[in-house]
T-cell receptor, first 116, second 112 residues
């Protein structure tokens, strides 16, 4: 079974600085999707970025980018120019391409604080 | 941008009572899901639904749970006899394909 591990329960960053959140996963599959979701205090789950495992190029969405290392099974999220609104729980998630469209497997999350 | 809508946002129920959580997925989406997040813990998959039937379910989704798409637009999660440990945030999600997954804003269920 696939597992997702986020080893940093909490992280803190100064406003305008850069922070990297770690995520590792375990799978025997070769094709899959990886996601980062943001959960602000409102508790809604908001998709930040996704990465297809077959793509070597790292995904980027504005200030958010990933470092996808397939061989190492690592999928870190980099937030550049951090803003106060980035403060939230961040969840890494894995989605298989097999089976019945694949449920998401989440890590335990990293709580990010942004200091003004 | 299309949204997944969940109602109510917060529900309080007595232990042993039945609750129905409601969701309106995005209209052209074909796959529907329920997830649960107990306070302070990770988000857990409950069930997926496609073509009017359950396609996958987790160990959490026991006989106390059921899902239904009663009218082609709503997607409901029923808990027949709630327990204290059912207190959690319940998220509905829908997707059109394997690429996108849109979550609703959640229903906070409190069992007292």
């Amino acid at each position: 079974a696939q597992t997702v591990t986020q080893s940093q329960p909490e992280m803190s960053v100064q406003e305008a600085e850069t922070v990297t959140l770690s995520c590792t996963y375990d799978t025997s599959e070769s094709d899959y999707y990886l996601f980062w979701y943001k959960q602000p205090p409102s508790r809604q789950m908001i998709l930040v970025i996704r990465q297809e495992a077959y793509k070597q190029q790292n995904a980027t969405e504005n200030r958010f980018s990933v470092n996808f290392q397939k061989a190492a099974k690592s999928f870190s999220l980099k937030i550049s120019d951090s803003q106060l609104g980035d403060a939230a729980m961040y969840f890494c998630a894995y989605r298989s391409l097999g089976g019945s469209q694949g449920n998401l497997i989440f890590g335990k999350g990293t709580k990010l604080s942004v200091k003004p | 941008e299309p949204e997944v809508t969940q109602t109510p946002s917060h529900q309080v129920t007595q232990m042993g009572q039945e609750v129905i959580l409601r969701c309106v997925p995005i209209s052209n989406h074909l796959y529907f899901y329920w997830y649960r997040q107990i306070l302070g813990q990770k988000v857990e998959f409950l069930v997926s639904f496609y073509n009017n039937e359950i396609s996958e379910k987790s160990e959490i989704f026991d006989d106390q749970f059921s899902v239904e798409r009663p009218d082609g637009s709503n997607f409901t999660l029923k808990i027949r006899s709630t327990k204290l440990e059912d207190s959690a945030m319940y998220f509905c999600a829908s997707s059109r394909d394997i690429y996108g997954y849109t979550f609703g804003s959640g229903t906070r269920l409190t069992v007292v």
